[in-house]
């Protein structure tokens, strides 16, 4: 549900629609990961790290010209959306391979496109136009309670929190075992929705306020189903 409602809408009299429940998609298909590839994927992903310092200095910038340009307009230029939401799919590819997952051995492309084949992908709805007044509060008033949970998740940034130690158990399990458990990988991509969702918000592409709500497993949940149509009147007895 919205924090403040942005406008581009989906809540009937019906109930929710899909995209207005969820705008934001995250999905992790858990493939099969070799034994000891991840203790050197920190090496594999340094091309991808410094091109991302790069692509996530232009996000910064261009998120400042969004929020005005969404102060004054009631609308996120759909060039610069689309750009921001490059940025945080090629993000998303390289942490699923690296250490926020560690679910594929498939080297993530070098693209800010969608890439339909590689099994770790994200979708944000673009919003035909955005609340004017949340754009000055969410980011950082709204957002605060949302920052808390994700800071427990990722240890604030600095690379511990509770998703790091998960993924380093699961490569001890690949290494010993060959196995990453499906469990844990449920409750990893859990986290790793929850932190997308926030992201999506923080950065101004969507009004509505990211779940309390730990989704786990690989895809999204299922649409929840249309409230039923309320029964008609039943006319006066003659």
């Not at 458990?181 to 409750?187: K, R």
Request: hydrophobic share 50%.
């Amino acid at each position: 549900m919205s924090a403040g409602g942005g406008s581009d809408g989906g809540v009937g009299a019906q109930g929710l629609s899909w995209d207005s429940e969820r705008p934001v998609r995250v999905t992790g298909e858990l493939e099969h990961a070799s034994r000891g590839l991840w203790l050197v994927k920190w090496l594999l992903i340094i091309p991808h790290v410094i091109i991302l310092a790069f692509l996530w200095i232009a996000f910064f910038f261009v998120s400042v010209v969004a929020f005005f340009a969404i102060l004054f307009t009631a609308r996120y230029p759909r060039g610069m959306f689309d750009f921001n939401l490059g940025v945080l799919r090629w993000t998303w590819r390289v942490s699923f391979y690296s250490y926020s997952a560690l679910a594929t051995d498939r080297y993530p492309p070098f693209s800010l496109g969608e890439q339909p084949d590689y099994p770790a992908r994200l979708e944000i709805d673009y919003p035909e136009r955005l609340s004017r007044g949340l754009v000055l509060v969410k980011w950082w008033l709204l957002a605060i309670p949302q920052y808390i949970v994700i800071g427990i998740f990722t240890g604030g940034g600095y690379g511990g929190g509770l998703m790091f130690a998960l993924v380093l158990f699961a490569g001890i399990s690949l290494l010993f075992r060959a196995i990453y458990p499906p469990g844990m990988f449920d409750l990893v991509m859990g986290m790793n929705r929850w932190l997308y969702r926030v992201v999506g918000y923080v950065a101004l592409m969507r009004d509505e306020y990211p779940p309390f709500r730990l989704d786990m497993g690989p895809r999204e949940p299922a649409a929840p189903a249309p409230l039923p149509p309320p029964p008609a009147p039943v006319p006066p007895a003659a």
